[in-house]
């Protein structure tokens, strides 16, 4: 049996705690709940990533992984959130013995600030002048770059007009996901976590069923199967430059994957170069980490996305010329397995009332040097500066910005913290 027919336990519903179910029964139809929303975010990593993007961040993973060495790696977020309270929240998941992680898995509740964390953009230091350099943003597949591409956003320029620029600098078209949070939540419970350093095995499976326990939670029991475990390790298995200049991406197919999305960036510290495998204009840091499945399918569908069938992919010449090293990204996505316990009653004069649900979301990545089939270590980034780095010494003139130093900020970008 196909994916599509497992992924909801119950019949009918409404989008709740951040979880969507079919809509059958009647809008008369009272819903209360859930108690408790857990979520569950499996990947599998090769080769690297960057940080913040489900990849390796420390320099020694990512030499193994750029040597070659170190295989899949697996990994899993677990987020148990409710609208009940302990004096001392605890929590546990008790996984299938094949996870390879332990028999059971504490979800900790973290320290909270008594207000949520302010998001902010990426912020230029004082000290800087005005900034200088710019962005190039290609997209699409193919051995030459479409007419009208690159789109250049010049930070010399930006504040003349900064709505065509940030109409410029977007990223992939996503509706928001709003996992469980501590912000969120009345009580909230993580694993991984500072209190157990336990981690998933590289040939550990989700198969069997789950059981989430605590005392601010409705014990919560679910089994997954074969087509809802991790998916499987995605590799480049080409990935040449070819003769005429550009490089030639080619990969695995992945069981189960319903979407693939390959970016890249590079350049150097007066110019950052972005490309993506959308046929739509995005710009190459906006890689999400996992998609929802009415997402895949609108994504795949106006081509943002390629397809689940499809295996190979041009990196135009254009984009090598700009940024002779670069780093590549690709990910694999498939739809979510949602339940919810009790199901939904067929008569809509009965109350459904949730006591909990459950999302379990899918993605396989890799990445590598762009054009590098026998990876070495990248150079020509500019290292920037890290908290507690030694100030300007008086008299020196402030230094303006780089492009670097504008992105660094941003999340998914080759660039140290």
């Given at each position: 049996?196909?994916?599509?027919?497992?992924?909801?336990?119950?019949?009918?519903?409404?989008a709740v705690g951040g979880i969507a179910v079919a809509t059958v029964a009647s809008a008369q139809q009272k819903v209360t709940g859930p108690v408790a929303v857990y979520w569950m975010s499996a990947s599998t990593q090769t080769g690297f990533g960057m940080p913040g993007a489900g990849g390796a961040a420390n320099p020694q993973a990512m030499m193994q992984a750029m040597m070659g060495g170190g295989g899949a790696n697996k990994?899993?977020?677990?987020q148990l959130g409710s609208s009940q309270a302990a004096p001392a929240p605890a929590a546990d998941h008790?996984?299938?013995?094949?996870?390879?992680?332990?028999?059971?898995?504490?979800?900790?509740?973290?320290?909270?600030?008594?207000?949520?964390?302010?998001?902010?953009?990426?912020?230029?230091?004082?000290?800087?002048?005005?900034?200088?350099?710019?962005?190039l943003i290609f997209w699409g597949c193919g051995e030459r770059a479409r007419p009208g591409q690159p789109v250049v956003i010049d930070f010399a320029?930006?504040?003349?007009?900064?709505?065509?620029a940030m109409n410029a600098f977007k990223g992939i078209d996503v509706r928001p996901q709003t996992p469980p949070s501590a912000y969120r939540n009345k009580t909230y419970g993580e694993w991984p976590n500072e209190r157990t350093r336990t981690s998933v095995s590289?040939?550990?499976?989700?198969v069997g069923g789950h059981?989430?326990?605590?005392?601010?939670?409705?014990?919560?029991?679910?089994?997954?199967?074969?087509?809802?475990?991790?998916?499987?390790?995605?590799?480049?298995?080409?990935?040449?430059?070819?003769?005429?200049?550009?490089?030639?991406?080619?990969?695995?197919?992945?069981?189960?994957?319903?979407?693939?999305l390959a970016t890249a960036v590079g350049g150097n510290g007066e110019t950052v170069v972005m490309w993506s495998s959308s046929e739509t204009q995005s710009a190459g840091f906006a890689m999400p980490e996992y998609l929802t499945t009415p997402d895949i399918t609108r994504l795949v569908g106006n081509r943002t996305l390629m397809g689940p069938t499809q295996r190979t992919c041009a990196v135009p010449k254009e984009v090598l010329d700009a940024m002779p090293q670069g780093i590549v990204q690709m990910a694999a996505y498939r739809g979510e397995a949602n339940f919810a316990y009790p199901?939904?009653?067929?008569?809509?004069?009965?109350?459904w009332n949730q006591q909990w649900a459950v999302k379990v979301r899918y993605r396989s990545a890799t990445g590598g040097l762009l054009g590098q089939a026998m990876p070495q270590m990248p150079g020509g980034y500019q290292q920037p500066?890290?908290?507690?780095?030694?100030?300007?010494?008086?008299?020196?003139?402030?230094?303006?910005?780089?492009?670097?130093?504008?992105l660094r900020g941003l999340p998914g970008l080759p660039f140290p913290r």
């Amino acid at each position: 049996m196909g994916l599509a027919r497992k992924l909801v336990v119950v019949v009918g519903g409404v989008a709740v705690g951040g979880i969507a179910v079919a809509t059958v029964a009647s809008a008369q139809q009272k819903v209360t709940g859930p108690v408790a929303v857990y979520w569950m975010s499996a990947s599998t990593q090769t080769g690297f990533g960057m940080p913040g993007a489900g990849g390796a961040a420390n320099p020694q993973a990512m030499m193994q992984a750029m040597m070659g060495g170190g295989g899949a790696n697996k990994s899993l977020t677990l987020q148990l959130g409710s609208s009940q309270a302990a004096p001392a929240p605890a929590a546990d998941h008790l996984p299938p013995q094949g996870l390879g992680a332990g028999a059971a898995l504490p979800l900790v509740s973290p320290k909270v600030t008594p207000t949520a964390p302010v998001e902010r953009g990426p912020e230029i230091p004082r000290e800087y002048q005005k900034p200088r350099g710019r962005m190039l943003i290609f997209w699409g597949c193919g051995e030459r770059a479409r007419p009208g591409q690159p789109v250049v956003i010049d930070f010399a320029t930006l504040s003349k007009n900064p709505t065509a620029a940030m109409n410029a600098f977007k990223g992939i078209d996503v509706r928001p996901q709003t996992p469980p949070s501590a912000y969120r939540n009345k009580t909230y419970g993580e694993w991984p976590n500072e209190r157990t350093r336990t981690s998933v095995s590289a040939t550990g499976s989700l198969v069997g069923g789950h059981t989430v326990r605590g005392n601010y939670s409705p014990q919560i029991n679910f089994s997954l199967d074969e087509d809802q475990d991790f998916l499987g390790p995605l590799n480049l298995t080409t990935n040449a430059r070819a003769p005429g200049g550009w490089v030639n991406l080619g990969w695995n197919l992945v069981g189960n994957a319903e979407a693939y999305l390959a970016t890249a960036v590079g350049g150097n510290g007066e110019t950052v170069v972005m490309w993506s495998s959308s046929e739509t204009q995005s710009a190459g840091f906006a890689m999400p980490e996992y998609l929802t499945t009415p997402d895949i399918t609108r994504l795949v569908g106006n081509r943002t996305l390629m397809g689940p069938t499809q295996r190979t992919c041009a990196v135009p010449k254009e984009v090598l010329d700009a940024m002779p090293q670069g780093i590549v990204q690709m990910a694999a996505y498939r739809g979510e397995a949602n339940f919810a316990y009790p199901p939904r009653p067929t008569d809509p004069k009965v109350a459904w009332n949730q006591q909990w649900a459950v999302k379990v979301r899918y993605r396989s990545a890799t990445g590598g040097l762009l054009g590098q089939a026998m990876p070495q270590m990248p150079g020509g980034y500019q290292q920037p500066s890290r908290p507690g780095a030694p100030a300007p010494q008086p008299g020196q003139p402030p230094r303006r910005p780089s492009a670097g130093d504008i992105l660094r900020g941003l999340p998914g970008l080759p660039f140290p913290r």
